[in-house]
């Protein structure tokens, strides 16, 4: 599943705040409809549910991440202690880590209609979109001043807040408060039946479809929000949760570089692992012999083995053992050893064509890059033209790649990344470029050549597998990794919520393991092709059996007296397979004397030459009047550095 990344990374915190329209027209529901797929939620409540589903999740997976929620547009006025500064604008709940309270309270306010009717009023004329900004920077300034990420999730229907130029003018002051804030605006737009939402008289201004630090940068890098619809089946809430959970994560970087695309020509870049394995993660520790149940500090002390009093930090040293022996040394020099290769760094060296990267050289996990403002200005217009470039001449980028500060150099391909959306329309993979660690030659392995006398499938066999496969595709022949959730993990995370909310623990169902195959499909779809497969493949089987029993007793010296075997016996394909490749592993040893140079290059590029004798070896180098002293690595050294000089 995709996951918030470097998640325990305990100094990245975000800080979400949702602001939500209360106008009459976000209150009102749709017709009553027989039909069970009608939509029956008024925008303004599926809103509210969103941001239920959303806090629910956010308080296990990302507990030091903030939540609130901003209603604008109400009858009353209140932002807590009292506080009536800004008008129509009410805190349902303040900008804080969310707690089970909170949650609760979210909770039936969705559930109980009586109470969302009653705080739910609309106020004779709309609020101000410039009070609801100006309302959202003092939340910010005042909760979470120093959160690396501070973003504003704007849900409206109205396209056109500002009836005066002043009024618009004052908005988007506001707006660009909030950007030298550091906070981000996201806005999820809703379509009503009669009129369609038109961000260009209003909103284009407000929400900066590029960088703020570089307005000139290319606005199709950003991704861009799906007008969800009011009205249209249940496609509002399901619209709504769509786009707001791929905006709720905030993509925590891996690291920030210097991309240095020629001398004297670098960029800023920032590294994202799209893609982690979560676990079952303790957070703390927790102290219950008390009163009340305190959370646990640690502390860590290092004792001497002979004397057991406490070793201060400076009197330690890293070593290695080199021949018996510890070599230690100091901080001062370790940093100097490891940090040889220089600074962390991005650097091109070349760029060949991409048909040239065969899928086995990607060993190890790909990272996906992309442009940052915050060291060199104008970054993303170079990457932007980088990116395209590659994806028009079809070409790659090899380079030079340091992560961080004490880490191994990786020579790593770039490959270009295009954009991808869903089905809902909503991005799914930016645009952007992806470093594939490429293998050094100590990491590939030399692949055995098969035998002649291998079982080969036949053209025939092939496209009846083809038939399997294509029966067994996923939808759009794509795997998306986001709608396979772990179920152990979410079974997890359904028992700690139903403990900190005080519910009932639900009963363990497979219901809800969508990793699990569908058997009745796969049988209905693909099981008559793996029938005919199957006896096709025995049938070829036997046969091509037969075949090499056949070859191997007539090119045999001394055959064996004994009847070949006929369709009628019952003979084991794994017995002769083994036979058979005792019989090539007997051919893998060859007279030293009668051997060619020729035939001793072919074994020594089969991996077959450590598996001759050492008699063989002294014959062969002893034909050809070398030294024969030694043991036998040295005799294979000997052979080999012997064939290397003839440029075997």
Same mark, same amino acid.
């Given at each position: ?215 000139? &940068?290319?606005?199709?890098? +950003? $991704? ?5 619809? #009011?009205?249209?089946?249940? *496609?509002? !809430? @399901? =619209? ?125 996990? &790909?990272?996906?890059?992309? +442009? $940052? ?5 104008? #970054?993303?217009?170079?990457? *932007?033209? !980088? @990116? =395209? ?260």
């Amino acid at each position: 599943m995709l996951l918030t990344l470097l998640s325990n990374y305990k100094t990245i915190k975000d800080a979400v705040l949702f602001a939500i329209d209360v106008s009459p027209s976000m209150l009102q529901r749709p017709p009553e409809s027989d039909d069970r797929k009608a939509e029956r939620d008024s925008p303004t409540s599926a809103a509210l549910k969103c941001a239920y589903q959303l806090m629910q999740q956010r308080i296990i997976s990302n507990p030091n991440d903030m939540m609130g929620i901003l209603l604008f547009g109400t009858e009353k006025t209140d932002l807590k202690d009292g506080d009536n500064t800004f008008a129509h604008c009410y805190l349902l709940s303040d900008l804080d880590v969310p707690s089970a309270h909170d949650v609760k309270q979210l909770r039936s306010l969705v559930e109980n209609d009586e109470e969302a009717a009653e705080l739910l009023q609309p106020a004779d004329e709309p609020a101000s979109i410039a009070t609801v900004l100006f309302c959202a920077n003092q939340i910010f300034t005042t909760k979470a001043p120093n959160f690396s990420s501070r973003r504003l999730f704007l849900v409206t229907d109205n396209d056109n807040p500002t009836k005066t130029k002043q009024d618009k003018d004052t908005a988007i002051t506001r707006a660009r408060d909030l950007y030298d804030l550091g906070c981000t605006i996201d806005l999820f737009p809703i379509s009503k039946p009669d009129h369609g939402f038109d961000r260009t008289r209003f909103y284009d201004d407000l929400v900066y479809p590029s960088s703020p630090s570089d307005p000139d &940068a290319p606005v199709s890098m +950003p $991704s861009t929000t799906k007008i969800a619809k #009011s009205g249209d089946g249940i *496609s509002l !809430l @399901q =619209q709504l949760i769509s786009s707001i959970n791929s905006k709720a994560t905030p993509r925590r970087a891996l690291f920030s570089l210097p991309f240095e695309i020629a001398p004297d020509l670098k960029i800023g870049v920032k590294g994202f692992i799209m893609i982690k394995r979560q676990e079952h993660v303790k957070s703390c520790y927790v102290w219950v012999g008390g009163e009340k149940v305190q959370i646990v500090t640690s502390s860590t002390s290092h004792l001497a083995d002979d004397t057991a009093r406490v070793v201060e930090k400076v009197e330690l040293r890293k070593a290695y053992k080199f021949g018996g022996d510890t070599i230690t040394f100091t901080p001062e020099e370790f940093v100097q050893i490891r940090q040889c290769f220089g600074d962390p760094v991005i650097r091109i060296v070349g760029f060949k064509s991409i048909s040239l990267l065969p899928i086995w050289a990607n060993t190890g996990k &790909a990272t996906f890059i992309y +442009p $940052s403002e915050s060291d060199y200005v104008g #970054s993303t217009r170079v990457f *932007s033209a !980088l @990116q =395209q470039t590659l994806i028009k001449t079809k070409k790659m980028a090899v380079a030079w790649f340091i992560a961080r500060r004490n880490a191994a150099p990786v020579i790593t391909a770039i490959i270009p990344g295009e954009e991808r959306y869903d089905e809902n329309g909503e991005q799914v993979m930016p645009p952007g470029l992806w470093l594939i660690p490429l293998p050094f030659a100590d990491d590939i392995r030399q692949c055995p050549e098969h035998p002649d006398k291998d079982i080969k499938a036949t053209d025939q066999l092939t496209d009846m597998m083809r038939k399997v496969i294509e029966q067994l595709q996923l939808p759009k022949g794509i795997y998306d990794p986001a709608k396979y959730p772990n179920p152990d993990l979410q079974w997890f995370y359904r028992i700690l919520q139903a403990m900190a909310l005080e519910e009932e623990v639900p009963e363990f169902s497979t219901s809800d393991d969508k990793t699990l195959p569908k058997y009745r499909q796969i049988n209905k779809r693909a099981a008559e092709y793996v029938i005919e497969l199957e006896e096709a493949f025995d049938a070829e089987h036997k046969r091509q059996v037969r075949g090499q029993l056949q070859s191997s007793a007539s090119s045999s010296v001394k055959p064996k007296k004994r009847a070949m075997p006929s369709e009628a016996d019952d003979v084991k394909p794994v017995k002769l397979l083994k036979r058979i490749k005792t019989e090539q592993q007997s051919q893998a040893t060859v007279d030293g004397q009668g051997v060619t140079d020729e035939d001793m290059a072919g074994l020594n590029d089969r991996g077959l030459i450590s598996k001759q004798s050492v008699a063989a070896l002294k014959d062969f180098l002893k034909a050809r009047k070398q030294p024969v002293a030694g043991k036998k690595i040295e005799l294979i050294e000997r052979v080999q550095e012997y064939l290397e000089a003839k440029g075997l």
